[in-house]
């Protein structure tokens, strides 16, 4: 199973949208509406941020919105802060009934 | 308070065996799947493996027939025995929990990880 594909790096200014895409197949990101982001920081674990495509979890700041269409999914970071500098990875449940993460995407506040 | 705790890393040379051991606390533990991501030095997230409140659940085709789940709900625990380790196994090892009993995916509690260092 290949890594969903995502843009290496995002950059944006503070206050600015910044959208990062997850590119799949019809066999993992095209087939459910189970798609997960997390945000990582250097040396913390994950955070889940969206899950099943486009809801948050409690606590979850409504800066980050999540979507779909087709085989890619797409993570929307809206009102860009410092803080948001971070590690961006997303993944999807397969029709093998395993789970595929994205390539990561580094997101650089400018 | 809602956590999972993640031991039994360490260092094994290549062809041997280590099993790591995730404590769950704060929750049901026996209501959620949990999972287990691998990060390699430098790297992204992997999936490695899940197992749900009854002891099913599967694996990444990299370690299957290598690595093995089980789960005994009176400790709180998931286990993952490793066997015939490889240099490519080497990585921080994540416990994670799916984020309700309702469904299979959004892992939102985390371990701390334990590192596997394959090497010899």
């Known amino acids: 199973q290949s890594a969903l594909t995502q843009p290496a790096s995002v950059s944006g200014s503070p206050g600015q949208s910044i959208t990062i895409s997850c590119t799949g197949t019809s066999s993992d990101v095209g087939s459910y509406n189970l798609v997960s982001w997390y945000q990582q920081h250097p040396g913390r674990a994950p955070k889940l941020i969206i899950y099943e495509v486009d809801k948050r979890p409690s606590g979850v700041s409504t800066r980050f919105s999540g979507s779909k269409s087709g085989n890619t999914a797409s993570l929307t970071i809206s009102g860009l802060q410092p803080e948001d500098e971070a590690d961006y990875y997303c993944t999807s449940f397969t029709t093998r009934h395993k789970y595929v993460f994205g390539s990561g995407a580094k997101v650089t506040v400018l | 308070e809602v956590q999972l705790v993640e031991s039994g890393g360490g260092l094994v040379q290549p062809g041997g065996s280590l099993r790591l051991s995730c404590v769950g606390s704060?929750?049901?533990?026996?209501?959620?799947?949990i999972h287990w991501v691998r990060q390699a030095p430098g790297k992204g997230l992997v999936w490695v493996s899940r197992?749900?409140?009854?002891?099913?659940?599967n694996y990444a085709d990299s370690v299957e027939g290598r690595f093995t789940f089980s789960r005994d709900n009176a400790k709180n625990t998931v286990y993952l025995q490793m066997n015939s380790l490889r240099d490519e196994d080497t990585a921080l090892y994540y416990c994670?929990?799916?984020?309700?009993?309702?469904?299979?995916?959004?892992?939102?509690?985390w371990g701390q990880g334990t590192t596997v260092t394959v090497s010899s």
């Open positions: 994670a929990r799916v984020v309700g009993p309702t469904t299979i995916a959004g892992l939102d509690v």
């Open positions: 704060g929750f049901t533990f026996s209501d959620y799947w």
């Open positions: 197992v749900n409140g009854v002891g099913n659940g």
